[in-house]
């Protein structure tokens, strides 16, 4: 709770930055108040307090789950400032939105009323729409951000619809009351029903199959550093308030739907990796390539037993690192060549090592060699599905995890084994380092998982 | 007596809602909306005994948002010739997803015994009176309710940002602007 | 209370909002003008309201009922960040037909 009142203040306090003239002061604000934050999250472990009439309650997934999402926003908005001087237009709104966001996110991972979650879905969404139409003059900026915001109208209209059709089978929005009275008088129709459109609205958010179409047009066209944004902070949010609801809601009765979800899951598995193939763009096979990990995701999702919020945790942290460098990398190539295909990291072994090796890091990571935290991410995943006895899904995502080291490897094979006459790239300092920063995580976590994935 | 009001309350507003839809013309479009929330908030108000929500529905939606969508196409000054019709086929695979929609909804709601939903017990009535409401929304819904002033701070900030006019060429896929403020 | 709970039977309130967000749906896929599309969302998010009210209603429980002013309040604030996505694309490109919008390719 403190944690989403010191979020929001952060986020009121961007604001004025912008109007009040501090700028030069909202960057180390905010990062100082995203540190803070966490670390009331920390202080507040345990303790699984639920606020105000059981609105939301603040237990140790809610907490692990914020501060990934706040980690993801710190970076976001470090290398926001790095790129994007704090004289330009809208800078201090931008972070400012990137803050309430995150305060959104917090509302979706502590809810217990349904109320709460469409709440705070709706605060991080409308936060994305804005920040993908951030360049108000690129056309492809535009494009993205109108057609992220029509699907994600369209989909809140099914997410409540399923929610009103719930309240009628079970009379309450309160996730305990749900449980309780689907308990008792079992799944009926229109609680099947509700639960579908429930649903189909999360599948949505999270851009699973068939629902995912709306993705690589919107994650081409949006800001790089706003894709990133979106692809971990947003994705990982919607995940764990998916897994959430059902874990709190819909556990018992997990029979009659794990074999949709599985279904979803290696469909989405299959066609984000084999589309991710055919893409020339680096950033748009990106965008297939988070389409695939939301597959992985959905995995443990579908399995939904007692290691499901242990392995999405480690999974959300290793594929954050992963994907926030590689989404960087793009941006510093496509800065310094004005394109992003594989061709355009030729040599960058040569010219800059340390880039070239961060590229390798998170490609590695994304793809689960060993030895990075993506491996451990997969295995926890795979494992506690094994477990359960889906075999078929979990062959389908080691299938389709090894289509996945083609193109994961087509930058990294290009920046060690090409040459190029191109000079060394230039970027913002700081940038460098982070990166650095960011490998040397991956490959932290790869080494000693345990003190994640044990955590919740 | 009510039944039939229902019914034709019911078929009013759902041949409202389809004109909306079937209409050329965006700013029929928009008037036939707010016919068809006219026809929402008549069952709230007449029928479904919720007074306060039927107003509410009137004053926000009828008055307010569709108000402000006049605004925008009257700004924009759209009529009927500015949108290429789609090609029938787009029509019928329109359609009929959203028939079988409609037919798994109505085919899953068809079963379920309603005994076990309706009138459970009976809290001596007017649950829709504002006294009622207003006492839930600031004790048990609090929490929300300030929620929500975060999600009008997103509308703002983001409105405010959208709307304030650059002085940039246009570009399609520009890869880095910096842009700054003189 | 009128005895309107005992002749208009629950499940017809239900089959029409169900009706009404079909229309929604349908309205979003065969349109292509954006504002056309965002209004039937807005339908949409009606119907659910009118569903909301009906079961608040026929079980006597307020909740539904305050669910229906958040929905109101999201959609005001949805409506004001998604108009001036538009109004922004207007300035730009003259039009909002979304197929105008397919700069976007593999």
């Known amino acids: ?74 970076l976001t908005i470090l290398f926001f400032h790095f790129f994007h001087s704090e004289n330009e237009i809208h800078y201090a709104e931008a972070v400012a939105l990137m803050l309430f966001a995150v305060a959104g996110c917090a509302v979706m991972v502590s809810f217990t009323n349904l109320l709460m979650l469409f709440l705070g879905i709706e605060i991080l969404s409308l936060s994305l729409y804005v920040l993908a139409g951030l360049r108000k003059k690129d056309l492809l900026s535009n494009e993205s951000s109108l057609k992220y915001f029509l699907m994600g109208a369209f989909s809140t209209g099914f997410l409540l619809f399923g ?126 390539s988070s389409i695939a990990h939301a597959g992985y995701m959905l995995i443990a999702v579908m399995t939904l037993n007692a290691s499901s919020n242990g392995s999405i945790l480690f999974y959300s942290v290793a594929y ?50 060993p030895a990075t935290a993506g491996f451990f991410g997969k295995f926890y995943v795979f494992s506690s599905a094994v477990s359960d006895g889906f075999i078929w899904v979990v062959a389908v995502a080691v299938i389709s995890s090894f289509i996945s080291i083609y193109y994961y490897f087509r930058p990294v094979i290009a920046a060690y084994s090409k040459q190029t006459h191109d000079p060394v790239m230039t970027m913002p300092a700081g940038t460098q380092a982070l990166l650095i920063l960011l490998s040397l995580l991956t490959i932290l976590l790869g080494i000693l998982p345990g003190f994640i994935a044990g955590i919740i | ?91 019928i695979v329109g359609a009929f997803a959203g028939g079988s929609l409609l037919l798994i909804v109505v085919d899953a709601i068809r079963k379920v015994d309603w005994k076990s939903v309706s009138g459970q017990e009976s809290s001596g009535g007017a649950i829709g009176s504002i006294k009622v409401l207003g006492k839930v929304l600031y004790t048990d819904y609090i929490l929300p309710f300030e929620v929500a002033s975060v999600l009008f701070l997103v509308a703002i900030v983001g409105a405010v940002i959208l709307a304030r006019k650059e002085k940039l060429p246009l570009t399609v896929g520009q890869i880095s602007h910096p842009v700054s403020e003189s | 209370m009128p005895n309107i709970f005992q002749t208009v039977p629950l499940i017809h309130f239900v089959y029409l909002s169900a009706l009404l967000f079909c229309i929604g749906v349908v309205g979003v896929l065969i349109r292509r003008n954006a504002i056309i599309i965002f209004m039937s969302i807005e339908l949409m998010l009606n119907s659910v309201n009118l569903l909301l009210v009906a079961f608040s209603a026929y079980r006597q429980d307020p909740p539904g009922q305050i669910f229906v002013f958040f929905i109101m309040a999201v959609a005001a604030a949805e409506v004001a960040v998604g108009l001036a996505i538009i109004i922004m694309i207007y300035r730009n490109i003259r039009t909002v037909d979304i197929n105008e919008l397919s700069r976007l390719k593999g």
């Open chain 1, 1 to 74: 709770m403190n944690l989403l009142i010191s979020l929001t203040a952060l986020g009121v306090v961007a604001m004025f930055g912008g109007i009040l003239k501090f700028r030069s002061m909202v960057m180390p604000l905010s990062v100082l108040g995203l540190i803070g934050a966490s670390l009331l999250g920390v202080y507040a472990w345990n303790t699984n307090q639920s606020f105000l009439n059981d609105m939301m309650r603040m237990d140790n997934y809610a907490i692990a789950f914020s501060i990934v999402c706040m980690a993801g926003t710190l």
């Open chain 1, 163 to 288: 929610i009103a059709l719930l309240y009628g089978a079970t009379g309450s929005f309160a996730t305990t009351q749900i449980a309780y009275q689907l308990g008792i008088a079992g799944m009926n129709g229109m609680a099947a029903m509700g639960l579908l459109l429930l649903m189909i609205g999360l599948l949505f958010k999270v851009a699973a199959v068939p629902f995912q179409f709306w993705t690589p047009d919107v994650y081409q066209g949006a800001p790089t550093i706003v894709t990133a944004f979106m692809a971990t902070v947003g994705k990982v949010a919607a995940f764990a308030a998916f897994l959430r609801l059902f874990q709190l809601c819909f556990a018992p009765s997990k029979e009659g739907y794990q074999l949709v979800i599985g279904t979803v899951a290696a469909i989405t598995m299959l066609a984000g990796n084999i589309m991710a193939i055919y893409q020339s763009s680096t950033k748009r096979m990106l965008a297939y």
């Open chain 1, 320 to 369: 954050t690192l992963a994907s926030i460098s590689s989404f960087l990398i793009v941006m510093v190539v496509q800065q310094n060549r004005n394109n992003d295909t594989a061709d355009d990291f030729n040599g960058l072994g040569k010219t800059n090592p340390w880039i070239a090796f961060a590229l390798a890091v998170s490609m590695l990571s994304l793809s689960g060699i």
């Open chain 2, 1 to 91: 007596m009510l039944t039939s009001a229902f019914y034709f309350i019911a078929f009013v507003t759902v041949f409202f809602a389809v004109m909306v839809i079937a209409a050329k013309n965006p700013v029929h479009s928009v008037l036939y909306l707010v016919l068809t929330f006219f026809g929402i908030s008549a069952n709230y108000i007449f029928i479904l005994d919720a007074p306060f929500v039927g107003i509410v529905n009137i004053i926000v939606y009828a008055g307010a948002i569709m108000v402000l969508f006049l605004f925008v196409i009257m700004l924009m000054n759209l009529n009927a010739e500015a949108e290429h019709r789609k090609s029938n086929a787009f029509l």
